[in-house]
């Protein structure tokens, strides 16, 4: 997502959410900062999105959150600093590092020359602080390791893993005892007599009081921890519900135990058991949620992996190895054969191959010799390069992608409001069933109504899963877009995924997206009285400056130096103009020529035959008189045809937009089998063509690669930019299409309507499990004979919901292409390295 000038955007890690109503307060106490225009909390990755004014208080956020009580989290950093010499100089690197908004506190020491850095993690990137403390005159390198924050969050993730697998380990162990003397007693009644006769009913009662007091102020003091004083803001969360169920079943099996003389005859029952179990199975759904949800981020994981940890810089004749995070732009490094390249550079020496299918797609290694760009992340083949550094950090194109994909998973889809409006009442709805279900058992249930009552209750506070809810959506997202990055298909704006699969209709640019865009003059007619050798290079040097590709046809096919060309106009959807050696060059589309009067007569016939094979056909004029036919051919890229009767196969219309004439674009389109045509389109006319079709079909997605494409791209319902494209292309695109391969356009629609039917699947079985189960809990079904569920029941049930949640959205990682690669025309291997320009 791109900010405005005059906007911010920034995330922030949010802690102690638990499920679908934390991510909601949480969002709203962010919304309601003043400057924030719009929030976003996922609950699958515990980040916040805030986007907003661009003065935008980051400390007021982090008091927000922390006041409705999800703290931000928080990270610490230790940098070196050089120059400092006195206590001025502390003073005003303090004041630089605390100035990087996000930074909570930075204290400088003098004799060690270090800075200690606390900042919000997510809103601040070691970058910033580098280059704070450099803008102040005193350059600063992080100390120890180059690992960043995801690194440092994935290490906590595993110690939370760790922690809550020994909490589980430790609340079996205790559980076990009770459960088995409880109810083992009831199910098997010789156990029962056994236990009267050998320990004591009195002596069991104690003992299981002892046992599940350990459990619940042991292993299970984290859902009071967090669940009473949600309760008490009048927030409850599911950590109250797990809070409150227990505490009922602990509180009355504890007077049962001592005091049964305060409850009425015959009702003093103890359920230590229940309580002991709910804990422990809810710890263990936890622990495999928490180890499902490390999984949902595999993707991101495995592009940060690509970022090597250290470099060789060239200093003079020598070498050392430096830390990737202190690289700056201009640094002389050098690959070895084998490593993978720091960062993105421009080769100073050396001649290697590179494989960069990390990023391409593309297995076969790319020639790379002096000059050529390097990407960070790819590796070099058998064969020394030095290079020099352009883009470190944050700025190289990995670290672009990586961000890229980090935001779209951290989207919210329009499916979403749905589920945030429903959660946001689910739990205090849950809290005031179990107290209805209370009341009601206890006027109407069977003798002895209370520990009826209590069981009842219980069972419906701890069934309610409003986790399940929480996670349907943002762990299908982030796992569909981790999957679509590894296929090469970045989606930059989250929401794209649902509107794509929305999608009836699919327009297609045709050069550089249907064709290979890198076209072949095949002939030149000239009028008598002018030969090839004269109007060719004065064609060629008014078509120098552009960049079509059809222009670079015209210019690779002169031999030699151009000659000066002077006030080139481009006249976009029409050609150009320009002054070349003193004469008037005109180039351009039929159209161009009507509209300047000039009469291409005598080349009409020939024209239309080119253009029916399916070339381009130009005219040239020289000094207002006609002078050349000119018919580009560029052949169609290998899988075109089989993407698109893949995208037929999945029930899309195919359109072809192209501002060539009527009979090229024809000839094209049968070729191809496209269903639409629209010929002679200027960047307006695409506008308008796509607005027509968007009004007969229905939601369009646009498929484009030049400058005149991003009006277009802007128009459409979704628009798909093909990597190798321009800037202003792909800045305009929702989805980017890595390899340049159109068949990645079939791949987008594949992971987006695989995505939305898991979001479905997952939404069908969270509202379906508490529809049906939380009635079930609440004893309907007794009065009919059915059962009433035991509170041990309802928490193994509640523990697995998530579970299967998480479970189902990760078959996303297995999913398929959506095209034979086997079977199509060419390997699905995209067309060659993601040029510099496809940063957006």
Not at 77 to 96: F, K, N, P, Q
Not at 756 to 769: D, H, V
Not at 804 to 818: D, I, P
Request: hydrophobic letters at 50%; a negative charge.
């Amino acid at each position: 997502m791109h900010a405005k000038s005059n906007e911010t955007e920034l995330s922030l890690e949010v802690t102690g959410l638990n499920c679908a109503g934390c991510a909601g307060r949480a969002e709203r106490a962010l919304a309601g900062v003043e400057g924030v225009a719009e929030a976003s909390v996922n609950l699958a990755n515990s980040a916040a999105v805030v986007s907003g004014q661009a003065d935008l208080d980051v400390m007021a956020l982090r008091d927000a959150l922390a006041q409705a009580g999800y703290p931000a989290g928080e990270r610490v950093v230790d940098l070196d600093i050089d120059h400092l010499t006195c206590a001025s100089c502390v003073g005003r690197v303090e004041r630089a590092l605390s100035a990087v908004p996000g930074v909570v506190s930075a204290e400088v020491n003098l004799a060690q020359e270090q800075a200690h850095v606390r900042y919000l993690s997510g809103a601040v990137r070691i970058e910033d602080l580098l280059k704070a403390s450099d803008s102040a005159g005193y350059p600063a390198h992080r100390r120890g390791s180059a690992e960043d924050d995801t690194a440092a969050r994935e290490a906590e993730k595993a110690d939370e893993i760790t922690a809550l697998g020994r909490q589980v380990l430790l609340a079996a162990i205790l559980t076990l005892p009770v459960f088995v003397i409880e109810m083992g007693g009831h199910m098997i009644p010789a156990l029962h007599h056994w236990v009267a006769r050998t320990i004591g009913t009195g002596n069991s009662h104690i003992l299981q009081f002892v046992l599940t007091t350990l459990v619940l102020f042991g292993p299970g003091m984290r859902f009071y921890r967090l669940g009473l004083p949600a309760l008490l803001r009048g927030a409850p969360d599911m950590n109250a519900l797990v809070a409150l169920g227990t505490a009922a079943a602990y509180g009355f099996s504890v007077v049962s135990t001592f005091a049964p003389g305060l409850l009425p005859a015959g009702t003093a029952n103890v359920y230590y058991e229940a309580a002991a179990v709910i804990v422990t199975l809810i710890l263990l759904g936890r622990w495999l949620e928490a180890r499902a949800k490390g999984r949902t981020g595999a993707a991101i994981k495995a592009l940060v992996g690509l970022q090597p940890k250290v470099a060789l810089v060239v200093t003079g004749a020598s070498a050392e190895e430096r830390a990737v995070s202190d690289l700056k732009e201009g640094d002389h490094l050098r690959a070895r054969p084998g490593e993978r390249i720091a960062v993105d550079g421009v080769v100073l020496s050396g001649q290697s191959f590179v494989d960069e299918s990390m990023i391409s797609g593309e297995p076969v290694p790319v020639e790379k010799s002096e000059g050529a760009e390097l990407s960070a992340g790819t590796i070099n083949g058998s064969a020394v390069l030095d290079y020099r550094a352009t883009h470190v950090g944050a700025d190289t194109l990995l670290a672009q992608i990586i961000r890229m994909v980090e935001q779209a998973q951290g989207a919210k889809l329009p499916v979403q409001a749905l589920v945030d409006r429903i959660t946001l009442w689910f739990v205090p709805a849950v809290i005031v069933t179990a107290l209805l279900t209370f009341v009601v058992w206890l006027l109407a249930g069977p003798a002895p109504a209370l520990p009826f009552a209590i069981v009842a209750a219980v069972s419906v506070l701890i069934i309610a899963c409003p986790c399940a809810m929480g996670l349907a959506t943002p762990t299908s997202i982030m796992v569909g877009i981790g999957r679509a990055a590894q296929m090469g298909v970045l989606f930059r704006k989250g929401d794209a995924l649902q509107r794509l699969q929305e999608a009836r209709v699919v327009a297609l640019d045709k050069t550089g997206t249907l064709t290979e865009g890198r076209p072949s003059l095949t002939l030149m007619r000239c009028v008598d009285g002018r030969d090839r050798a004269e109007v060719l290079p004065l064609v060629a040097a008014a078509e120098a400056q552009s960049e079509h590709p059809i222009a670079r046809a015209i210019v690779a096919a002169v031999e030699g130096e151009l000659p000066e060309a002077e006030s080139v106009e481009a006249i976009p959807g029409f050609g150009l103009r320009a002054k070349v050696a003193g004469q008037d060059v005109l180039v351009g589309a039929k159209r161009l020529m009507e509209r300047e009067g000039i009469d291409v007569s005598p080349f009409l016939e020939e024209a239309e035959t080119l253009a029916g094979r399916g070339a381009t056909v130009l005219y040239a004029a020289i000094d207002g008189a006609s002078a050349a036919l000119i018919a580009v051919t560029d052949p169609v890229k290998a899988g075109s045809r089989a993407a698109v009767a893949a995208m037929q196969a999945q029930g899309l219309k195919v359109a072809m937009l192209t501002g060539d004439g009527q009979a090229t674009a024809k000839a094209i389109a049968a070729d191809l089998g496209i269903d639409i045509v629209e010929a002679n389109c200027l960047p307006a006319d695409k506008v308008q063509a796509i607005q027509r079709l968007q009004g007969e079909h229905g939601t369009l997605a646009f498929v484009g690669d030049g400058i005149n494409d991003a009006p277009a791209l802007a128009a459409a319902d979704v628009g798909l930019a093909i990597g190798t494209g321009t800037d202003v292309a792909i800045e305009a695109a929702d989805v980017v299409l890595v390899s340049g391969d159109l068949r990645g356009v079939v791949n987008a629609f594949t992971v987006s309507r695989a995505t939305l039917r898991n979001i479905r699947q997952n939404l069908g079985w969270a509202f379906g499990y508490n529809i049906l189960l939380v009635p079930v809990a609440a004893g309907v079904l007794v009065p009919f004979g059915g059962p009433l569920l035991s509170p041990g029941l309802a928490a193994g049930a509640m523990a697995l919901s998530s579970v299967f949640v998480l479970s189902n959205a990760l078959r996303l990682r297995r999913l398929k292409s959506g095209i034979d690669e086997q079977k199509s025309d060419g390997a699905f291997t995209g067309s060659g390295e993601l040029e510099r320009k496809a940063r957006a």
